[in-house]
C-alpha cells in the first residue's frame, strides 16, 4: 500500500493465517479495503465500480494531506505479491483518482521480467499503452488497452501464446488473477441475520444477512461440512450444542437455529450478536467458494484458492471463542485451500496461537 488511505509506503507480509490487530482507526479495514479492491479488479469490474464499495468512496482512499500536482491530478497506489508455481509475480497499480478516475499505470513483473507495463500518454484518450513480453522476433508487443480495467487480467484474451514469452506472460497473469479471485470479504450483521429467509438464497452474502438459507443448504447438500459446523459451534458457544440445523417456514422460507438438546431449538432470531458473528465465520471457513456470493477462478476446483477477508473477528466474542474460531481458521488453512486475513482489537488474545501471522497496526 503505497499510498492508500491511512497507509503510506506500507508492506503487510501475510502467512495463510494472519490477523491484523490495533484500536479503531489503526488501519486494520483499510488494509482488507485495498485487497479487496484488488480482488474485484481480478475479476474484471472497472476501477469506478472497485472503488465504489469502499467506504467514503473512491475520494477517500486518498491518503489524508495528499495535494494535487501541478495538473490538478492526485490519485491512489496499492499492489501485491502472489507466490506459486512461477514465484512470486508482483502487480503494482497507479490510480489517478482525481480529476478523473482512471488506471493510469500498472506493472507485473515476475521470474525476473516485467512481463506487463501500462502508462498513461494521451490523457484525452480513455486508454492506456501496454508493453507485454514476447520473447520472439519482436521482444515486446505493444498496444493500447482500456484505462478502467486491470490490464492483467485482460492479457488472456489479447495473448496468443505463441512464444515462449508468451506463455510465461499467461502463466503469471494466471497465477496473478486466480489468486485474487479467490478474495472474499465477510463482515457479518447480526441485525440483519435474524429474519425468515427464502430457501433459494443459497449462496452467502458479505453481510451473512441470508445466513439461514446457507445452513439449511449445507444441511441437504453436505453433510459432513455440517456436521462439522456443528462441532465448531459447540466449541464457540457457552452452552451445550447438538447441532446446527434450519427451521422450515411457510413460503419457503427458512430460519437457522441452534438444537440445544432438551431445551430445544433456539432460531438465530434470538440469538446473541456474537453467536451470530461466530456462526457466520465457521460457516465461511467450512464451506468454500461454491457456497459463497462470489466468482471464482475458471480452474479447476483443486486449484481454487480461497482468500478470506474476516472483519473483526473478536468482536461479541470472548477471548476464548476468538482462539476457538481462529484455531478452526488455522486447521482449514493447513488444508492448503484457505487463506485468512482477519481483524481484531486484542492482538494478545492471539499471539501464542500457532500457526498465526500477528501483525501490529498502525505501522512504523
Known amino acids: 500500500m503505497s499510498s492508500f488511505k491511512s497507509f503510506r509506503g506500507a508492506r503487510l507480509r501475510l502467512g495463510p493465517l494472519t490477523v491484523l490487530a490495533g484500536g479503531a482507526g489503526a488501519g486494520k479495514s483499510n488494509a482488507l479495503e485495498a485487497l479487496a479492491v484488488l480482488g474485484q479488479l481480478a475479476n474484471g469490474e472497472t476501477v469506478s465500480d472497485a472503488l465504489r464499495g469502499v467506504r467514503g468512496g473512491a475520494a477517500a482512499c486518498v491518503p489524508l494531506g495528499v495535494g494535487a500536482d501541478v495538473q490538478g491530478r492526485r490519485g491512489i497506489r496499492i499492489g501485491c505479491t502472489v507466490d506459486g508455481r512461477l514465484g512470486p509475480v ?100 447480526p441485525g440483519a441475520m435474524r429474519g425468515w429467509v427464502a430457501a433459494r438464497d443459497g449462496l452467502l452474502h458479505p453481510s451473512a444477512r441470508n445466513v439461514s438459507a446457507v445452513v439449511g443448504r449445507t444441511e441437504n447438500e453436505c453433510r459432513i461440512r455440517h456436521g462439522l459446523l456443528g462441532d465448531a459451534m459447540r466449541a464457540l458457544c457457552p452452552y451445550p450444542v447438538e447441532r446446527v440445523t434450519a427451521v422450515r417456514g411457510e413460503s419457503g422460507n427458512v430460519m437457522a437455529a441452534v438444537d440445544r438438546g432438551r431445551l430445544g431449538l433456539m432460531p438465530v432470531e434470538l440469538m446473541g450478536e456474537g453467536e451470530l458473528r461466530a456462526l457466520a465465520f465457521a460457516l465461511v471457513l467450512l464451506t468454500g467458494p461454491g457456497i459463497l456470493a462470489m466468482d471464482v477462478a475458471e480452474v479447476p476446483d483443486a486449484l481454487q484458492l480461497l482468500t478470506v477477508l474476516a472483519h473483526d473477528v473478536d468482536r461479541g466474542l470472548d477471548r476464548r471463542q476468538v482462539r476457538e474460531l481462529l484455531a478452526l481458521a488455522g486447521r482449514m488453512c493447513e488444508r492448503g485451500h484457505v487463506r485468512v486475513v482477519a481483524t481484531a482489537h486484542a492482538g494478545t488474545w492471539v499471539e501464542d496461537l500457532p500457526g498465526v501471522t500477528l501483525a501490529s497496526l498502525p505501522l512504523g
Not at 489517478?96 to 506487463?116: F, K, Y
Not at 507485454?132 to 480495467?149: E, F, K, Q, S, Y
Open 90 to 189: 508482483r502487480l503494482e497499480l497507479a490510480v489517478q483518482v482525481e480529476p478523473e478516475l482512471r488506471i493510469v499505470g500498472e506493472r507485473m513483473t515476475g521470474a525476473g521480467e516485467v512481463l506487463l507495463e501500462t502508462a498513461l500518454r494521451d490523457p484525452r484518450r480513455r486508454s492506456v499503452q501496454a508493453a507485454w513480453h514476447t520473447a520472439g522476433l519482436v521482444p515486446v508487443t505493444r498496444a493500447p488497452l482500456p484505462d478502467d480495467r486491470l490490464a492483467s487480467a485482460l492479457l488472456p484474451l489479447r495473448v496468443a501464446g505463441k512464444t515462449q514469452g508468451q506463455r510465461l506472460v499467461l502463466d503469471a497473469a494466471e497465477q496473478l488473477v486466480v489468486g485474487l479471485r479467490g478474495v472474499f470479504g465477510v463482515d457479518p450483521a
